[in-house]
């Protein structure tokens, strides 16, 4: 088995902790690409002269492509490779940066970040990738420094733009970041990947669509919601499509001899769990970074609480610290990983993150309370991705590695759309209106981020009780035979594409 991976193209003289850091960087890309035109929608539609609504378009255009696009990537990465799907992402998202650098059109600008929505294949591409290349003693860390760097990006993503935007500047130049990320993982991707074969096996493009379609029916009213109106018919009637689609997907999977997601690995007990604990993780952390973005710049003297912060100060006061801890919690959490497992890593997580929401609900009066508060979060935040991981690729076969985690991706996305909906509707639902010499100004009230910070912490509640009671103790293997001797092929290949670093931990009977 050795030497088919040798004849496939591995390169045995790329150390494995290169394939690791270029996982990794791929990663904090995607993240970063979500996350940073959060902060400046409102100078897009001033310098391009867009309505708030099509400004809205710049995020959820790229939501809507991730949701449609990465159940299909993961598939095919697991049937034809992963080196090739990932480059193929890269290259449409390097074109949709460059496009939303270059344009001065809001829809050319849509445009651009629908062709980003390429990039949140990224993870269950890369986590695939690790489970192939690496052998199983650097796996379980490996996957926990990658996953952290969903919450390390989204932090330096909100620090980068306070940096590039301050005074006014043009919002062009986080694309440009946006570019030069891009081809930085590009080049890494083509040089550190190894060109080891897919699984085999057919397509289902046909539930791709379906499938597609139905998340999109579902992610389109959460994040127009608002300004459709909850009530609206468009809304409503959004909600009932997403909701016959997807119970036709779950029909058409079962129907389906080589479906895109196989129903048993939708409902498997441990899967099932994960993937809805990464719902509530994501729902937490839109929570804490649209929360506290708007709490720190709203005008004290007005309001009565705030720091009337501006864009750079709430990315380097507010922001940097709790991005620059969670960089260091992926390693830790690797090591917890792999110390007391998974489950205890994610419950732990979740612990630290109520308490973290609990302190900005109930102290958030000086910069330090609100830090110390956001510090907690962004690591706990960290930690819960890093375990993720570790806890599907227990319980999945190798050629389920992508998809799994495609799923799992598309719940953090689920999540993060409910929580920015939640969260600017409880903001503009709850306000005072503030008379001023130049005029009535309408300002969310505390008690609006006391519920949005409570919020969050019961998100991480119910993220805590999933890990405690739907995820085992104790997880057999789920794999057949089969399955068991892919991963044993798996294990020598990573080994082999590691050999030039030391493996003097790997197993004697493996050498």
Not at 127 to 150: D, F, N, Y
Not at 203 to 232: E, F, I, K, T
Not at 286 to 293: D, P, R
Request: hydrophobic share 55%.
């Amino acid at each position: 088995m050795p030497d088919e991976r040798t004849s496939a193209g591995v390169e045995p003289a790329v150390p494995a902790r290169l394939v690791v850091v270029t996982m990794a960087a791929a990663v904090f890309l995607l993240s970063m690409i979500q996350t940073l035109v959060v902060p400046v929608l409102p100078e897009i539609g001033t310098q391009l002269g867009a309505s708030a609504t099509a400004v809205g378009w710049v995020t959820t255009s790229t939501m809507l492509t991730a949701s449609a696009v990465t159940p299909l990537l993961g598939r095919l990465g697991d049937v034809f490779g992963h080196r090739r799907v990932i480059l193929a992402a890269l290259v449409v998202t390097l074109a949709g940066s460059i496009l939303a650098a270059v344009t001065h059109s809001i829809e050319l600008l849509i445009a651009g970040r629908v062709l980003q929505g390429a990039s949140f294949g990224l993870f269950p591409l890369a986590i695939s990738v690790l489970r192939q290349a690496l052998p199983k003693e650097k796996l379980t860390g490996a996957m926990a420094v990658t996953a952290s760097a969903l919450g390390v990006g989204s932090g330096i993503a909100l620090v980068a733009t306070g940096l590039l935007t301050q005074g006014g500047a043009d919002y062009r130049r986080i694309f440009w970041l946006c570019v030069g990320m891009t081809v930085v993982v590009l080049v890494l991707s083509a040089i550190a990947i190894p060109r080891l074969p897919g699984q085999g096996g057919r397509v289902d493009y046909r539930g791709a669509a379906v499938l597609g379609v139905g998340l999109v029916c579902l992610l389109l009213p959460l994040s127009q919601g608002h300004a459709w109106g909850w009530g609206s018919a468009k809304v409503i009637g959004l909600f009932v499509a997403a909701v016959v689609i997807l119970a036709g997907f779950i029909v058409l999977q079962r129907r389906t001899r080589e479906p895109l997601v196989a129903f048993a690995l939708l409902v498997r007990r441990p899967v099932l769990a994960t993937n809805l604990a990464a719902l509530c993780i994501g729902f937490a952390m839109f929570s804490v970074f649209l929360g506290i973005t708007y709490f720190v710049e709203t005008p004290d003297a007005v309001a009565g609480y705030g720091f009337t912060a501006s864009i750079l100060r709430t990315s380097v006061v507010f922001m940097l610290p709790g991005a620059i801890v969670s960089m260091f919690t992926g390693p830790l959490a690797g090591r917890l990983v792999a110390r007391i497992g998974p489950r205890l890593v994610l419950l732990l997580a979740c612990v630290i993150g109520l308490v973290g929401m609990a302190l900005l609900a109930v102290l958030h009066d000086t910069t330090a309370e609100v830090i110390v508060g956001v510090i907690i979060c962004n690591a706990a935040i960290a930690v819960a991705y890093a375990s993720m991981p570790t806890l599907l690729v227990m319980n999945v076969g190798p050629h389920e590695t992508g998809v799994a985690n495609s799923i799992n991706s598309i719940m953090r996305t689920v999540g993060g759309a409910i929580g920015s909906a939640l969260v600017v509707t409880i903001l503009a639902s709850q306000v005072a209106t503030h008379r001023l010499p130049t005029g009535p100004v309408s300002l969310p009230t505390e008690s609006a981020f006391v519920w949005t910070f409570g919020l969050g912490g019961a998100f991480f509640l119910l993220a805590a009780l999933l890990a405690l009671f739907g995820i085992p103790r104790t997880t057999s293997s789920r794999l057949t035979p089969t399955e068991e001797r892919e991963e044993e092929a798996l294990s020598l290949a990573g080994e082999f594409a590691s050999s030039s670093i030391d493996l003097r931990e790997a197993s004697p009977e493996r050498g």
